[in-house]
């Protein structure tokens, strides 16, 4: 009955709206490694903030392990590991900036930098994917991610001359484990509870169809073009965090 509920006083119409949102974002992650939360958690901020941060997380843990498992064979372990620690420790860094800065500000300071990281990559400025840039990106990435859910630029920018497959391996081992210690922390700290898990609940399939779809792309896209989209959806997820503070979201 709360299920029955709830898609009442979302409305059919809102609902058609946030999935076909989640479903485009699931397809892109797909076929790329990243995308979902870059693409989807700016707008849905915007326009369904009951989404942000708790259900885009709890969609984006169950879409990373399927993204990785497609590619485990592809998977860089010392990478992933060093990544995670870098998240896990950033979360605890997000816990702690709360009580010293505001999310805002602390969203703007983000947003800016990732700006001028995706510049500065398409300027030429060469980011290698080697153990330290990783560790770094992931702590950025558990900071970012937990105050907005949105932690994937930095691995966009610290890993994007990745071979495609490497990517979307690495980063699906990467996401699923440091989403669930996001909405860990969430949960610790009173911002999930059922409601977000139901409202997450209602648009797994949409998730799971996008996902579906990417099966049939992702050997299409060129690495130059995979490389491309990343940055791309870096500086979107960028952009959509700042217009979030801009508008009160």
């Known amino acids: 009955m709360a299920l029955l ?5 979302i409305g059919w119409d809102r609902l058609l709206a946030m999935g076909s949102l989640v479903l485009v974002g699931a397809c892109l ?14 707008l849905a901020a915007l326009w369904f903030p009951e989404l942000v941060p708790g ?43 709360l009580t010293l800065l ?13 700006l001028s990281g995706v510049g500065l ?4 400025w060469r980011v290698m994917p080697t153990l330290r840039n990783t560790t770094i ?18 691995f966009a920018i610290a890993m994007q001359h990745m071979p495609a ?5 690495t980063f699906g081992a990467i996401f699923f484990i440091g989403s669930a210690v996001s909405i860990a922390a969430l949960t610790a700290v009173g911002r999930m509870g059922a409601h977000e898990f139901l ?34 959806m870096a500086g979107l997820g960028a952009l959509g965090i700042l217009a979030r503070v801009l508008t009160g979201h």
Do not use: H, Y
């Open 165 to 169: 497959d490497r990517l979307r391996g």
């Open 102 to 114: 505001s999310a805002q500000t602390l969203s703007v300071l983000f947003a800016v930098l990732i």
């Open 199 to 232: 409202i997450s609940l209602i648009l797994m399939p949409w998730m799971l169809a996008g996902f579906l779809v990417s099966g049939l792309l992702k050997g299409r896209v060129p690495a130059a073009r995979v490389r491309a989209l990343l940055l791309g």
């Open 137 to 154: 990106a992931g702590l950025a990435s558990g900071v970012m991610g937990t105050i907005t859910s949105v932690g994937a630029p930095p």
């Open 55 to 97: 259900p885009m997380l709890v969609l984006s843990c169950p879409l990373a392990l399927m993204t990785g498992m497609r590619d485990r064979r592809s998977i860089e372990w010392p990478m992933a590991r060093l990544a995670l620690v870098g998240r896990v420790v950033g979360t605890g860094v997000a816990a702690f900036s």
């Open 121 to 124: 990559s398409l300027s030429g």
């Open 5 to 9: 509920d709830l898609l009442n006083s």
């Open 29 to 42: 992650q797909g076929v790329s490694g990243l995308g979902f939360a870059m693409f989807a958690s700016p």
